[in-house]
């Protein structure tokens, strides 16, 4: 069973950047990965994911542009690259797998593995 473990969280202010990552862990078989956030009060929302055997990558139309999803093989870690963060960016981010090509990458339903989140806190 993979494992995933976020990291990279943080205060930013607006404009600023910030880079997440997230160890996987165990045996890997992700067709997708992909990063969801949700911030308080507010249900959990797709941010962007990535086809594992081809890098196709897939953003959010509120991301788009500014955030780049990419992964390192060799270190078996996803990242999520951010630029110019706004307040509306607050959220706990989440890193999941999914295992099934079958369903929507952006429906966090399909994803079977989470890892246990990171706080992004950009302040205006």
């Known amino acids: 069973q993979v494992q995933l473990v976020e990291s990279g969280g943080g205060l930013a202010q607006t404009g600023d950047s910030l880079r997440l990552s997230c160890a996987a862990s165990g045996r890997t078989s992700s067709v997708y990965m992909g990063w969801f956030r949700q911030a308080p009060g507010k249900e959990r929302e797709f941010v962007a994911a990535i086809k594992w055997v081809d890098t196709s990558a897939y953003y959010a139309d509120s991301v788009k542009g500014r955030f780049t999803i990419s992964k390192d093989n060799a270190k078996n870690t996803l990242y999520l690259q951010m630029i110019s963060l706004k307040p509306e960016d607050t959220a706990v981010y989440y890193c999941?797998?999914?295992?099934?090509?079958?369903?929507?990458?952006?429906?966090?339903?399909?994803?079977?593995?989470w890892g246990q989140g990171t706080l992004v806190t950009v302040s205006s």
């Open positions: 999941a797998s999914k295992r099934t090509s079958y369903g929507y990458y952006g429906d966090f339903n399909t994803y079977g593995v």
